[in-house]
Each structure stands twice: as C-alpha cells, then as structure tokens.
T-cell receptor
Framework: AQKVTQAQTEISVVEKEDVTLDCVYETRDTTYYLFWYKQPPSGELVFLIRRNSFDEQNEISGRYSWNFQKSTSSFNFTITASQVVDSAVYFCALSEVSGSARQLTFGSGTQLTVLP | DSGVTQTPKHLITATGQRVTLRCSPRSGDLSVYWYQQSLDQGLQFLIQYYNGEERAKGNILERFSAQQFPDLHSELNLSSLELGDSALYFC????????????????FGPGTRLLVL
C-alpha cells in the first residue's frame, strides 16, 4: 500500500526566509506521480506542482522549487523568500499509476506560518 | 478558481438524516474524485468515477454512495448521518486516464463543509 509521510507538523519562519517542507513516500509501483497542494485558511486545495517518477530533474518555478530523489523516496518542496501569503497547510500527495485507479494518498500536512 | 464547482458550500443537518453533495468537474474532465477531510482522519480518498463508471473505491462507508451522470457531474449521497461524518468533502476532477502526465493532475473544488448535529 502507498503511504506519504510529512514529519513536520508545524513550521514557523520570518518573512523572506527560505523554507523547505519534507515529504517521504512509499510505493511498490515503478510509475507514479507526486504532488504538492496548498490549503490556505479559506479551505480550498490548490495544486502547486506535479512530478513524474520517471523524470528526476529538479526544477524551479518562481519562488517554488522541489527536490525529487527516488533513491531516498523523498519529494521536498522549497519556498524561497517566503511571504505572509504563503501561510497555509501544505500537503504532499502520491498517485500510483495502477490500472484505471488514480486516487491520491495524502500526507498529514505541514502547517506553515510566515511571520511578518 | 480551479473550474470545479461544488454545492452547497455549507450544510448543517441532524443525525440520521440524508444529504446530497453535488460536483461539476472542469470542462473536458472525465474523471471525478471524492475526498473527505476530517481532523482525525486527514484527507482520505472515497471514490473515483471515470466517464460514468466507478473506477476506484477507497475508505467509503456503506452508508455513502456516489454516481456520475451522463453530463459528467457527480453526486455524493450520505445517509444515516452520524456526528463523526462532520467533515469537509472535496470533489476533484482530472482529464482522465490517458493523455500524458499533465492530465493526471487533480483539481479540487472549494469543498462542502458538512456539520452533523
């Protein structure tokens, strides 16, 4: 069975600091997708990034970057120069590509608070 | 705005009652997913439909049922409600099962907050 672990329950930083959110996953599949979603206080779930298991190239998108390492089953997410508006709960999620099922398995989330 | 709509936004009801949550996927998306978010269980997958057919089932109670209609909107029916069913229910949609990695992303609606008293 697949599993996603976010060991950091809460993180607090001061504005403009960089912050990295950790995610470790377990899966038996060789093909899968990893995601990061953001849930601001308003409650909606906002898609941030997706990574495919067959592409380990790490990328940067604006203030977001991610580090995918298959060898350690980790998919860490970094926000550079954090802002108060980044305060939210961040969820890491895994989707196995097995047959026609595509359900997401979520981690327990990391509450990020960015202080002014 | 993800393009996924859910109604109602809030629902307050009593134990033993039955409610229906509605979801309209993004234009062109064939897959619909339902998730439940509660304080003790976190975000959990309930069920997936693809083009009207059930494709995957997660931790969905027997008191809960869902369907996807020909126009691709979906409804989640919750019956014999208990206090523990109080949660935020999300619907998500994606393009479907084929077409490449970029079409695997699930976009979430704003959720329906259910309170059972």
């Amino acid at each position: 069975a697949q599993k996603v672990t976010q060991a950091q329950t809460e993180i607090s930083v001061v504005e403009k600091e960089d912050v990295t959110l950790d995610c470790v996953y377990e899966t038996r599949d060789t093909t899968y997708y990893l995601f990061w979603y953001k849930q601001p206080p308003s409650g909606e779930l906002v898609f941030l990034i997706r990574r495919n298991s067959f592409d380990e190239q790490n990328e940067i998108s604006g203030r977001y970057s991610w580090n995918f390492q298959k060898s350690t089953s980790s998919f860490n997410f970094t926000i550079t120069a954090s802002q108060v508006v980044d305060s939210a709960v961040y969820f890491c999620a895994l989707s196995e590509v097995s047959g026609s099922a595509r359900q997401l398995t979520f981690g327990s989330g990391t509450q990020l608070t960015v202080l002014p | 705005d993800s393009g996924v709509t859910q109604t109602p936004k809030h629902l307050i009801t009593a134990t033993g009652q039955r409610v229906t949550l509605r979801c309209s996927p993004r234009s062109g998306d064939l897959s619909v997913y339902w998730y439940q978010q509660s304080l003790d269980q976190g975000l959990q997958f309930l069920i997936q439909y693809y083009n009207g057919e059930e494709r995957a089932k997660g931790n969905i109670l027997e008191r809960f049922s869902a369907q996807q209609f020909p126009d691709l909107h979906s409804e989640l029916n919750l019956s014999s409600l208990e206090l523990g069913d109080s949660a935020l229910y999300f619907c998500a949609s994606s393009v479907g099962l084929a077409g490449g990695p970029h079409q695997e992303t699930q976009y979430f609606g704003p959720g329906t907050r259910l309170l059972v008293l």
